[in-house]
Every structure is written in structure tokens, then in C-alpha cells.
């Protein structure tokens, strides 16, 4: 079983401390690409979601909100001006490279979470 990535973004501004997500993008697993976002890497790109902000799903079940990924960590958060640091493995798959595509290309304060399922 591996590890799988999500990244959540959302179009409108955080609201009452929840980032509702209006697009939600999984990559294709890829532990070198997943290595660059995780806490402990270097240069790291990411940071700690800040205390107070829950992330909103839309899910079968309806919205469901959460503070942490499916192991218990506390979500992480990047933005697009932190992404243009990325340096993508040269074997990224077309699917992760147009994900990166579509996340650089939003405003630079964007916050984009990202979920570790």
C-alpha cells in the first residue's frame, strides 16, 4: 500500500477560518515528486497548516471539514510562488506534470493544501 496524494485549492478566499475546495486534483503516485512535498525536504516548500483553518471536502457523504490527513498529521499547505521552486523528477507522468500546470497558474497567494491519503 503506498502513500497517495490530493491537493485542494479553492477559488474564493478562506472564509470564518475554512478553505471550502472548489478543485481537488490527485496525483499519480510517485514517491520521488511526493518526496520534494513533503515537511522534511530541501529545500521545503511546504509549510504547516495554520492553527484554525479547517479544509472543507465535498464528499459522498456531504461536506465533510478536517484539520489533519488520513494518518492523523496535521494538513500541509503550499503556494504556487513555492511551487515554482519544484524541480520535477524527468520522469514525472504527463497526469502530475499538468497538475503542477494548472496549480502554478493560479494567483501566487493561493493556498493549496495538500492531502496525504
Same mark, same amino acid.
Given at each position: 500500500? @503506498?502513500v497517495?496524494?490530493?491537493?485542494?485549492?479553492?477559488?474564493?478566499?478562506?472564509?470564518?477560518?475554512?478553505? !471550502?475546495?472548489?478543485?481537488? !486534483?490527485?496525483?499519480?503516485?510517485? +514517491?520521488?515528486?511526493?518526496? &520534494?512535498?513533503?515537511l522534511?525536504?530541501?529545500? $521545503?516548500?511546504? &509549510?504547516v497548516? =495554520? *492553527? @484554525?483553518? %479547517?479544509?472543507?471536502?465535498?464528499?459522498d457523504?456531504?461536506?465533510r471539514?478536517? #484539520?489533519?490527513?488520513?494518518?492523523?498529521?496535521?494538513?500541509?499547505? %503550499?503556494?504556487?510562488?513555492?511551487l515554482?521552486?519544484?524541480a520535477?523528477? +524527468?520522469?514525472?507522468?504527463? *497526469?502530475?506534470?499538468?497538475?503542477?500546470?494548472?496549480?502554478?497558474? !493560479? =494567483?501566487?497567494?493561493?493556498?493549496? #493544501? !495538500?492531502? *496525504? $491519503?
Open positions: 500500500m @503506498g497517495d496524494l490530493k491537493v485542494v485549492a479553492s477559488h474564493f478566499r478562506e472564509r470564518r477560518g475554512e478553505l !471550502l475546495s472548489t478543485a481537488v !486534483l490527485r496525483f499519480d503516485l510517485d +514517491p520521488a515528486l511526493f518526496a &520534494r512535498l513533503a522534511d525536504a530541501s529545500p $521545503c516548500l511546504v &509549510r497548516r =495554520p *492553527w @484554525g483553518l %479547517t479544509v472543507g471536502f465535498y464528499e457523504e456531504g461536506l471539514s478536517t #484539520v489533519e490527513d488520513r494518518y492523523g498529521n496535521r494538513l500541509t499547505c %503550499t503556494t504556487p510562488a513555492d515554482d521552486g519544484l520535477l523528477p +524527468p520522469d514525472a507522468v504527463a *497526469w502530475n506534470r499538468a497538475i503542477l500546470v494548472f496549480l502554478l497558474a !493560479l =494567483p501566487q497567494d493561493t493556498r493549496i #493544501v !495538500l492531502f *496525504w $491519503c
